[in-house]
C-alpha cells in the first residue's frame, strides 16, 4: 500500500540555522509533491509544489529537493526564526485527480 | 489565491445526532475537497465534492455517513450523519485551481472541530 514518511516527528533547532526535513514515500509514482506548513488551530497552508520532472526549487529561505528514484523530498529552511516554528506536512499528487495523500508531519521548533 | 471559509469553527453535539458543516470560497474553484483530522494525526481525504453531482468518496468513507453537497463552483457542505465520539475531529474544506497561476496548489479552510459526547 502507498506509504508517506515524515523523518521524524518533532524537530528542534537553534535560530539561525538551517532546518532540513525529510519526506520519504513507497508504492507511490506522485507527479507532484508539495509541502504545508500547519500551525495550531488552523489548516495548512502552502509553501512548495515540485514537479516529478523538477530536481530543485526555491522560494525565499525555502528549497525543496525531489528525487523520484530515491523516491524523497528534502525540505530546507535557510537561517530559521522563531517564527518558523510549526508542523511541516509533505503531501503527493498523483495524478490528474488533484487529490493528495498527506504525511504525519515533523514538528518544528526554533530555539531563539 | 482563494481565501476559504468555514462554519462552524466548532461544535459539541450529542451522540446520534448529525451537524452540517459550510464552506465557501470567495472565488470560482474547480475542485473541492473533505478532509478529516484526528487528534495527533494528519489529514485523510474524505471526498472530492463535484459541482451539481454526487460526491467522490475514498475507501472507508460513504455518502450514508458524510453527504456532501456542492451546487456551485464557490460553496460546498458536508455533513456527519448519526455521529458517534469516534467522528470527534477537525474536518476541513480545501478547494484548488486545475489551470492558470496557482494550479495545484491547495487552498484550506481553517477547519471545524467536532467533538461527539
Known amino acids: 500500500s502507498q506509504k508517506i514518511e515524515q523523518n521524524s516527528e518533532a524537530l528542534n533547532i537553534q535560530e539561525g540555522k538551517t532546518a532540513t526535513l525529510t519526506c520519504n514515500y513507497t508504492n507511490y509514482s506522485p507527479a507532484y509533491l508539495q509541502w504545508y506548513r500547519q500551525d495550531p488551530g488552523r489548516g495548512p497552508v502552502f509553501l512548495l509544489l515540485?514537479?516529478?520532472?523538477?530536481k530543485e526549487k526555491r522560494k525565499e529561505r525555502l528549497k525543496v529537493t525531489f528525487d523520484t528514484t530515491l523516491k524523497q523530498s528534502l525540505f530546507h529552511i535557510t537561517a530559521s526564526q522563531p517564527a518558523d516554528s510549526a508542523t511541516y506536512l509533505c503531501a503527493l499528487m498523483a495524478g490528474s485527480n488533484y487529490k493528495l495523500t498527506f504525511g504525519k508531519g515533523t514538528l518544528l521548533t526554533v530555539n531563539p | 489565491s482563494a481565501v476559504i471559509s468555514q462554519k462552524p469553527s466548532r461544535d459539541i453535539c450529542q451522540r446520534g445526532t448529525s451537524l452540517t458543516i459550510q464552506c465557501q470560497v470567495d472565488s470560482q474553484v474547480t475542485m473541492m475537497f473533505w478532509y478529516r483530522q484526528q487528534p495527533g494525526q494528519s489529514l485523510t481525504l474524505i471526498a472530492t465534492a463535484n459541482q451539481g453531482s454526487e460526491a467522490t468518496y475514498e475507501s472507508g468513507f460513504v455518502i450514508d455517513k458524510f453527504p456532501i453537497s456542492r451546487p456551485n463552483l464557490t460553496f460546498s457542505t458536508l455533513t456527519v450523519s448519526n455521529m458517534s465520539p469516534e467522528d470527534s475531529s477537525i474536518y476541513l474544506c480545501?478547494?484548488?485551481?486545475?489551470?492558470?497561476?496557482?494550479?495545484?496548489?491547495?487552498?484550506f479552510g481553517p477547519g471545524t472541530r467536532l467533538t461527539v459526547l
Open positions: 480545501s478547494a484548488t485551481l486545475t489551470s492558470g497561476a496557482g494550479a495545484n496548489e491547495q487552498f
Open positions: 515540485i514537479r516529478e520532472n523538477e
